[in-house]
């Protein structure tokens, strides 16, 4: 499995803090009006809305603070002025980044954006420059144990999975728009929990880095993804094991 596969699924292994939960709380809320202004407020119709949900509930948010990010996206107030936009940057050693961002000031965050690229020695790119190298695709990750791998993908390809890869524990399966539900379903009824299921920009091709370009790659990722308005990052970095090592224990 490729490097950046590895970083993501380190992520999502690592707890939330409670210093960060209510930042946290905010992103979910703003992906959770977004799904809603742009399908509708109804989960069961809304693919999107019905994962922010589970997402929002696995992270132990409220109930109160999920209906109320439902109705501010339909019911007017703070919801109305809130925006998804996409940007794409170069990290150090050139790997391609994406972001996406929800934000009530467009001005604002792309000035911020610009100042994170730059300290961190990378650079905000034009749009179009990097999105060619990503194709979006439902994701689903889980953790394996150790000879449970190939029976839970052939589960999933059964189901639709236009491919699973295998590492560490950890299993992907990755599918079309329009199987994503259906495998995400077949795999729960197998009675499997993913640690995270979605549609994301996954690379068509990675970018090797060295050590040092790796951390330096790494650590302009999270600073990303601690700014307020920035909903989710993608990278096609391709980070060496010992430095994701040493960034899972961080």
Do not use: C
């Not at 209510?22 to 799904?35: D, H, N, Q, W």
């Not at 994406?98 to 034009?126: K, Q």
């Not at 990750?141 to 999975?161: F, P, Q, R, Y």
């Not at 499997?192 to 790796?214: G, N």
């Amino acid at each position: 499995m490729a490097g950046h596969s590895k970083w993501a699924n380190i992520k999502h292994g690592k707890a939330i803090v409670d210093a960060k939960r209510s930042a946290v709380f905010t992103k979910l809320s703003r992906e959770i009006i977004v799904a809603a202004k742009q399908g509708g407020p109804n989960p069961d119709g809304n693919v999107r809305l019905r994962l922010a949900i589970e997402k929002a509930r696995d992270s132990n948010m409220p109930r109160d603070n999920i209906d109320r990010a439902i109705q501010r996206a339909t019911g007017g107030g703070e919801g109305v002025h809130l925006e998804e936009i996409t940007y794409e940057g170069y990290a150090p050693g050139g790997a391609a980044v994406i972001l996406t961002v929800v934000t009530d000031n467009r001005t604002r965050v792309v000035g911020e954006l610009r100042n994170v690229f730059s300290r961190a020695g990378g650079r905000l790119g034009e749009a179009g420059s990097v999105a060619w190298q990503f194709e979006s695709k439902g994701v689903i990750a889980l953790e394996v144990d150790s000879g449970k791998g190939e029976e839970i993908a052939l589960t999933a390809i059964d189901a639709g999975a236009e491919d699973v890869k295998e590492d560490g524990g950890w299993l992907e399966v990755y599918t079309s728009h329009d199987n994503f539900d259906r495998v995400r379903k077949a795999l729960e009824a197998a009675g499997l929990k993913p640690k995270s299921a979605e549609i994301s920009l996954v690379p068509k091709a990675m970018t090797p880095l060295d050590d040092k370009a790796a951390e330096q790659t790494l650590k302009l990722l999270d600073k990303l993804e601690e700014m307020d308005d920035v909903q989710k990052v993608y990278s096609n970095g391709d980070f060496p094991d010992a430095v994701l090592e040493r960034y899972r224990a961080a």
